[in-house]
Nanobody, 115 residues
Framework: QVQLVESGGGLVQPGGSLRVSCGAS????????MGWYRQAPGKQRELVAS???????NYTDSVKGRFTISRDNAKKTVYLQMNSLKPEDTAVYYC?????????WGKGTLVTVSS
């Protein structure tokens, strides 16, 4: 049974930092590309950052220079370090694992940026 479990969301003030994590089980983690998506109220889900099995990363323009995605294959965990957070970063953040035509999703963790 495949499980992706996100953690680390919460309330943070503008300009603050937060790290969200996603632990995986039931998949050969090191072979999968991992991604973080987010969905704000009333908006479509969007890709925030991704990391390939080889460690190459990609970011959406709005988070470049502020967010960092990383992975620990031994721990089967992917992280998203978020710095200089803005109110527009408020969303539910979802973890995604993908390889070929297979894709799996976590249930999400809520990040709220507000004073």
């Amino acid at each position: 049974q495949v499980q992706l479990v996100e953690s680390g969301g919460g309330l943070v003030q503008p300009g603050g930092s937060l790290r969200v994590s996603c632990g995986a089980s039931g998949i050969p983690f090191s072979l999968f590309a991992m991604g973080w998506y987010r969905q704000a109220p009333g908006k479509q889900r969007e890709l925030v950052a991704s990391i390939t099995s080889g460690g190459s990363t990609n970011y959406t323009d709005s988070v470049k220079g502020r967010f960092t995605i990383s992975r620990d294959n031994a721990k089967k965990t992917v992280y998203l370090q978020m710095n200089s957070l803005k109110p527009e970063d408020t969303a539910v953040y979802y973890c995604n694992a993908a390889i070929s035509k297979l894709t799996y999703w976590g249930k999400g963790t809520l990040v709220t940026v507000s004073s």
